[in-house]
């Protein structure tokens, strides 16, 4: 969710230079179900959508009101956020059952973990390991046999508590250590990896179950960092990963995005085990198709091979993972979260001391409507989702200023959660594509 880069050092981009020769072996990831045909699920509008519906159309505006039952009306995820074992299983086994009898697949975000969100706006979770692993066991066990898409936890691995890259030493999630807890409990890195590989483990239980992890975005973690915490949480083991989740990036650089960080998976696992530092990255673009004079992309515009403009040109890139991987194949699929992401990132046009570029941004759009398999030739992206419910809120966002209001707004934003009615109505209206 959050923008916190972890950009490599231009050098380290640079010395991905090994490369392999004679490879001709698939990387060593398992995958669970991938689903490639069916109806995704739409779930009950969210609370506030109806009563928007309402007001507009009392107000007579009927275009506004049609545009918000449009978007409530398309299939996005459920989130299960808390409660007891028995409760999340009790909510999972309903989803699950409503989907299956309108012969749909449903979306579930499993989003518990202990100290979430880094004790940020959506702060919460498990109070700890032995707690969050009856709650997902519970999850799982609802699911039983039934075909669902799995998002396990949003920022799990963008946000860990205490941990320092092992590629560059960087941190950006500080928890105090409670010397009254129990190991279990305490914030540390080893139990963030322990409960994820737990998760993976239990969901992929289920056959018919599609369990993805997290691997940020574009403008948060580089490449190899993103494939280095993946492994620690036993990506091998899972469908793959899923990228955007609540923000706002361009579909055609995280699909780039997405695509380097399975090749890196491959080459750091087979070709090159443990070298997730020699994996190119979209923060340094050097290499044989621009004489090795590399700048960091540029999130602000589209990414491809034969872009014009140095700062979107991905050539090199993809150049330097073909000659590293030889014919090692990557495995490891992904899905995109395509919920606001229609008119892409946001720059701020005023100077803030916090921008807050990820939180309640105006001026976004909807994304590309939810689809299985959505583009013929890339066998690596399961799925566009709407995963973050667009219309809720991120959170009270004051931009670094005193405050309560959020100066973009001119308001006090909703809570992480709540309905936010004008920028439902604004991500609606610019959507791309147009909502029908």
């Not at 990387?27 to 309402?54: E, F, N």
């Not at 979306?107 to 032995?130: E, F, I, K």
């Not at 691997?215 to 899972?238: F, M, P």
Request: aromatic share 8%.
């Amino acid at each position: 969710m959050r923008i916190t880069p972890l950009r490599g050092a231009a050098v380290l981009a640079a010395a991905a230079l090994t490369l392999a020769s004679g490879a001709t072996t698939a990387a060593a990831t398992s995958l669970t179900h991938r689903p490639s045909t069916g109806t995704l699920y739409v779930p009950k509008a969210p609370d506030g959508s109806r009563q928007q519906i309402a007001q507009l159309l009392s107000e007579g505006d009927s275009t506004g009101a049609d545009l918000i039952r449009d978007m409530v009306s398309t299939p996005q995820a459920v989130w299960l956020t808390g409660g007891t074992p028995l409760e999340v299983g009790r909510d999972v086994t309903q989803t699950v059952q409503k989907a299956a009898a309108k012969g749909a697949i449903p979306t579930l975000v499993a989003y518990n973990l202990p100290y979430r969100d880094c004790g940020q706006y959506s702060a919460g979770g498990a109070s700890g390991t032995a707690a969050y692993e009856a709650w997902i066991s519970a999850f799982a066990t609802a699911l039983g046999t039934s075909r669902a898409m799995v998002i396990l936890e949003p920022d799990g691995l963008g946000l860990v508590p205490n941990y320092h890259s092992a590629l560059d030493g960087s941190s950006n999630c500080t928890v105090p250590i409670d010397p009254t807890l129990p190991a279990g409990d305490q914030p540390t890195p080893e139990n963030r990896f322990a409960q994820l590989n737990f998760a993976v483990d239990a969901l992929t239980k289920d056959p018919h179950a599609s369990v993805y992890l997290d691997a940020t975005h574009t403008a948060w973690q580089n490449v190899g960092e993103s494939a280095d915490r993946l492994v620690k949480a036993g990506v091998q083991r899972a469908t793959g990963f899923f990228l955007n989740v609540s923000n706002y990036q361009y579909t055609p650089n995280l699909a780039q995005y997405g695509t380097w960080v399975s090749e890196c998976l491959a080459y750091a696992t087979s070709v090159s085990p443990g070298d997730y530092g020699g994996c190119p990255n979209q923060y340094w673009n050097g290499g044989p198709t621009n004489n090795w004079t590399g700048v960091a992309l540029n999130n602000f515009g589209i990414w491809s091979d034969t872009a014009t403009q140095a700062d979107l040109n991905t050539s090199s890139i993809n150049a330097r993972y073909a000659s590293m991987l030889g014919g090692v194949q990557p495995t490891a699929h992904y899905v995109i979260d395509t919920s606001r992401n229609g008119q892409g990132p946001w720059k701020p046009t005023v100077s803030y001391s916090d921008a807050q570029d990820w939180c309640n941004p105006p001026g976004r759009g909807l994304g590309d409507t939810p689809a299985l398999d959505p583009v013929s030739g890339n066998a690596l992206l399961d799925a566009y989702l709407w995963i973050k419910t667009p219309g809720q809120s991120d959170g009270q966002c004051t931009r670094g200023t005193a405050g309560p209001a959020d100066p973009e707004w001119g308001l006090v934003d909703p809570v992480a959660g709540g309905w936010f009615p004008q920028q439902a109505l604004q991500l609606a209206r610019l959507a791309v594509p147009a909502l029908h």
